[in-house]
């Protein structure tokens, strides 16, 4: 399995954004967070050593905060600028080109 990174829309109880932005906080997947404009009102870069970890963040972490209505989540394929994507790139080359070698 790869190491992975997704951005995490969401859509929050404006009387209890303050609640959220704390409890996200806490979470250790959450890499970044950002109050935005526009459709959704926090935007999270979020890491997961693999699909079932990035599940069980969204499942059983995010979406059992009080005052979190839903996400929408993208994860990063290629990464094209940014240290944290381009970081997880480099890692899962340096991983995939070992385990060539090893074989």
């Known amino acids: ?5 997704a951005f995490v829309n969401i ?3 404006s009387s209890l954004m303050d609640e959220v932005v704390q409890a ?5 997947a959450v890499e970044e967070l950002y109050e935005v404009t526009g459709e959704y009102d926090l935007v999270l870069l979020v890491y997961a050593s693999d699909i079932e970890e990035l ?7 995010i979406m059992k905060i009080k005052g979190v ?3 929408i989540t993208s994860i990063a394929l ?3 600028k940014g240290l944290k994507c381009a970081k997880a790139a480099t890692e899962t080359t340096v991983s995939d080109n070992k385990e060539s ?3």
């Not at 996200?24 to 250790?28: A, M, P």
Request: charged share 30%.
């Open 78 to 80: 290629s990464p094209q």
């Open 55 to 61: 599940s069980d963040v969204l499942k059983n972490k």
């Open 69 to 71: 209505k839903s996400t």
């Open 24 to 28: 996200l906080l806490e979470i250790d």
């Open 1 to 5: 399995m790869h190491e992975l990174y």
């Open 101 to 103: 070698m090893d074989a």
């Open 11 to 13: 859509f929050v109880e």
